[in-house]
């Protein structure tokens, strides 16, 4: 909070409250990490800067998913989709791109709902989009996803084989495959990629929702 009060330029105040609200991330407290982005949200709707709401829109949205608030997170990726359309002149490779963003969020939200048969569809219709070759940048993301559809759906040995195919870099990767890895009997294999996922202390949403369930899991041993 202090952040944000000695911030002098917007900008710096806008960084200072999307920092606040991973913050809250790491406890899942939605309704502050909701209210913080909101006050950034809202202003940028009103100036009609659809691609920053849209942007924020979607780290809220990950944040309400990943904290179990599904209904409210379906909301939020579908705001932040629209917004995104609403963008003047929007090129076709940026139509794409948030198009994609919005099947890879609902085939997430069905599949943490347990609905495969959904999953699955939004799954293609994320490939599909893929295919016409105008965001190549975003194929990285399409294990990301298998791998969390298969977890959720409970496919476990595909869940591990896709995530390992996307970026061991990233800690909630990480954590995605300890979980399939533990939901599917193998705790040592679990253990190893939760330990991994305490090798990164960023303050961003995939620590946030990645190094609380690690440190969790490990003290449980």
């Not at 952040?3 to 939605?30: G, M, P, Q, W």
């Not at 100036?47 to 909301?75: K, P």
């Amino acid at each position: 909070m202090k952040a944000i009060d000695l911030a002098s330029a917007d900008s710096a105040k806008a960084r200072a409250r999307r920092t606040l609200a991973v913050s809250y991330a790491f406890t899942c407290n939605v309704n502050d990490a909701s209210r913080v982005e909101h006050q950034l949200i809202d202003p940028a709707l009103a100036a009609q800067d659809f691609n920053t709401s849209a942007d924020i829109d979607n780290e809220l949205a990950r944040i309400l998913l990943e904290c179990g608030d599904v209904s409210h997170a379906l909301d939020t990726y579908r705001a932040g989709h629209d917004a995104a359309l609403r963008t003047p002149n929007l090129p076709d490779s940026a139509h794409d791109l948030w198009d994609f963003r919005w099947e890879h969020a609902q085939a997430r939200v069905a599949a943490r709902r347990g609905q495969r048969a959904d999953a699955t569809q939004h799954v293609a219709a994320a490939k599909a989009i893929l295919d016409k070759g105008k965001i190549p940048d975003q194929a990285r993301f399409f294990p990301y996803l298998t791998g969390y559809v298969a977890l959720y759906t409970g496919d476990y040995k595909t869940a591990i084989s896709d995530l390992q195919q996307a970026d061991q870099r990233d800690p909630f990767i990480l954590s995605l495959i300890a979980q399939a890895y533990e939901r599917s009997g193998d705790k040592a294999q679990a253990m190893t990629y939760y330990r991994k996922v305490l090798t990164f202390d960023n303050h961003n949403p995939p620590n946030a929702f990645a190094r609380p369930l690690a440190q969790k899991k490990l003290a449980a041993g």
